[in-house]
């Protein structure tokens, strides 16, 4: 439904295009439909001249729990997962105006993943991030495999997307995938404030020196799709069809 997913331009903070999870009676977990509002977000702002910066937020208590689990299991008992989500990451990789993120609370999967995308992430105390990928016999995505252990190093990507292991917001920070932490009360002020300030900057400027930290956007595409014929195979395999089956069952 597309009122899972909120799309709005700040009208405190011109400039800043804001995308709201709002699917909290799940956790904000994604669905192939909220896949696709986002995507068309994201490639709206690269063409709208008044929107310099967006927004990532979620409710009280979650980010985003990741991919609807359901999906998954349509997927693996012989359905598709579909092009939305590979269309969704591409959106992110190829976001021409800054990305900056709030998180409160959950922060699973592509909750924890996409922020690898942002150029700047506030978190709340209470956030966790996790990726339970082979938890569920799958394996990394959004190019994880390559972007994790370039900010955090081997262990502790390793840690975070092999072994499934929770990070705190503290934890995460010192990782480098988060810029700042604070009181839940104050994740999505300071995350509109953030962006706010890069909206009133030179904007040729401002994208140059973020095409230059980022680099290669080649590289992680081929990378987002290397891992997604791995996952799209672990997806019909056996042991994620009984993984999705006894998570459903929970």
Not at 21 to 31: G, L, M, S, V, Y
Not at 179 to 207: I, Q
Not at 232 to 242: D, F, I, N, V
């Amino acid at each position: 439904m597309s009122d899972h997913i909120i799309i709005e331009q700040s009208t405190a903070h011109p400039g800043v295009q804001i995308i709201r999870f709002n699917r909290p009676e799940k956790k904000n977990a994604i669905t192939r439909a909220m896949y696709v509002r986002m995507t068309e977000a994201l490639k709206n702002a690269n063409e709208d001249i008044t929107i310099r910066a967006t927004v990532f937020l979620g409710t009280e208590g979650a980010f985003c729990a990741g991919n609807d689990i359901g999906d998954f299991l349509a997927a693996a008992t012989g359905g598709s997962l579909g092009r939305e989500l590979l269309d969704f990451l591409n959106a992110l990789v190829n976001a021409e105006k800054p990305l900056v993120s709030g998180v409160d609370g959950l922060a699973i999967g592509i909750g924890t993943t996409m922020h690898m995308h942002c150029d700047l992430t506030v978190a709340s105390d209470r956030s966790q991030f996790r990726t339970p990928f082979v938890d569920l016999a799958l394996v990394p995505e959004a190019a994880s495999s390559l972007l994790a252990p370039r900010i955090m190093g081997h262990q502790r990507a390793f840690a975070l997307l092999a072994a499934g292991e929770a990070f705190s917001a503290k934890e995460a920070k010192d990782a480098g995938l988060v810029w700042k932490v604070c009181s839940a009360p104050d994740v999505e002020s300071l995350t509109l404030a953030a962006a706010a300030k890069l909206a009133l900057k030179p904007p040729e400027a401002l994208k140059i020196a973020r095409d230059l930290i980022r680099g290669d956007r080649a590289e992680i595409t081929a990378r987002i799709d290397d891992e997604a014929r791995h996952f799209a195979a672990q997806l019909k395999s056996a042991e994620a069809r009984a993984a999705f089956e006894a998570f459903m069952r929970r």
